[in-house]
Nanobody, 118 residues
Framework: QVQLVESGGGMVHPGGSLRPSCTAS????????MGWYCQAPGKQREMVAT???????TYADSVKGRFTIPRDDAKNTVYLQMNSLKAEDTAVYYC????????????WGQGTQVTVSS
């Protein structure tokens, strides 16, 4: 079992920055890929950024050049560095840990609200 605890959401003005964090209950980064997903009201949850075991990253087109997904293995923590925030980035952001090797596993954090508003 893995618990993911998120923090660091909040409200900012357009153009501002936030850095939510996701801390895992144990060292899992060597066998789990990590990711951040967002869900706006009335919409489906969608991928924002992922980081694989080898530090390979992927980003949604809408956040490329603005967001990064740094990871601190010593702290079992992955971050979502959000810069140049826009109103359309407003959503609940969820941390995800997934293991595709057998036995597979998939865990979600509780979510953290990010609101971008003037």
């Amino acid at each position: 079992q893995v618990q993911l605890v998120e923090s660091g959401g909040g409200m900012v003005h357009p153009g501002g920055s936030l850095r939510p964090s996701c801390t895992a209950s144990r060292n899992i980064f060597s066998i789990y890929a990590m990711g951040w997903y967002c869900q706006a009201p009335g919409k489906q949850r969608e991928m924002v950024a992922t980081i694989g075991r080898a530090n390979n990253t992927t980003y949604a087109d809408s956040v490329k050049g603005r967001f990064t997904i740094p990871r601190d293995d010593a702290k079992n923590t992955v971050y979502l560095q959000m810069n140049s925030l826009k109103a359309e980035d407003t959503a609940v952001y969820y941390c995800n840990a997934i293991k595709i090797a057998w036995p597979t596993a998939n865990y979600w954090g509780q979510g953290t609200q990010v609101t971008v508003s003037s």
